[in-house]
């Protein structure tokens, strides 16, 4: 477990705070790239397995082992992918933890303000509070996530984040 310190330099927080509202943003991107990821490894791996990866025109080639080659390229292909579709993995999984440490409603309010792309006007609706209590609630809820997921602080989120588990991620 890291040891967990406080960020007293506000432009850091700031950029950081904005590093995360983009991360959360991009949470149905990256899911989607999840999705388009393994149904290219999915193909390569049926070419491989079912013998349909090499065409004719691919085995005339002017070397002796070209069809040995196109076999390695693909292999190396599909590692590749593979080793995109870990990262994404591990990105998404380390999302989804923080977001699960936070309180039911600042996991709420950041699913549906960043994730879902809500308007503030439709959130006030919904929790029936002002703009000023709104941002207030999605300001602590993020502070929440960057602790949860990164055991930093600031220190006027200090007693924001004092029930929330930080382990390293």
Same mark, same amino acid.
């Given at each position: ?13 700031? $950029? ?5 509202? &983009? ?5 149905? %991107?990256?899911?989607?790239?999840? %999705?388009?990821? =393994?149904?290219?490894?999915?193909? %390569? =791996? ?29 292999? $190396? ?87 929330? &588990? %930080?382990?390293?991620?």
């Amino acid at each position: 477990m890291s040891e967990v310190r406080p960020i007293d330099i506000e432009e850091s927080y700031k $950029n950081l705070k904005n590093e995360t509202i &983009e991360e959360l943003q991009d949470y149905n %991107f990256l899911k989607r790239d999840i %999705f388009n990821l =393994e149904n290219k490894i999915k193909t %390569f =791996e049926n070419k491989l397995c079912i013998g349909q990866a090499i065409g004719y025109s691919e085995k005339v080639q002017t070397s002796g082992n070209g069809y040995e080659n196109t076999i390695a390229n693909m292999i $190396n292909t599909k590692n590749e992918l593979e080793d995109k579709l870990n990262k994404k993995k591990n990105r998404l999984i380390i999302i989804d933890k923080a977001l699960s440490k936070l309180e039911e409603e600042s996991r709420e309010l950041l699913t549906y303000r960043y994730i879902k792309g809500c308007t503030m006007n439709k959130l006030e609706t919904k929790y029936y509070v002002d703009r000023t209590t709104l941002y207030r609630k999605i300001q602590k809820a993020l502070a929440q996530y960057i602790y949860c997921k990164n055991g930093i602080y600031i220190e006027r989120y200090k007693n924001a984040c004092r029930n929330i &588990e %930080f382990d390293n991620m």
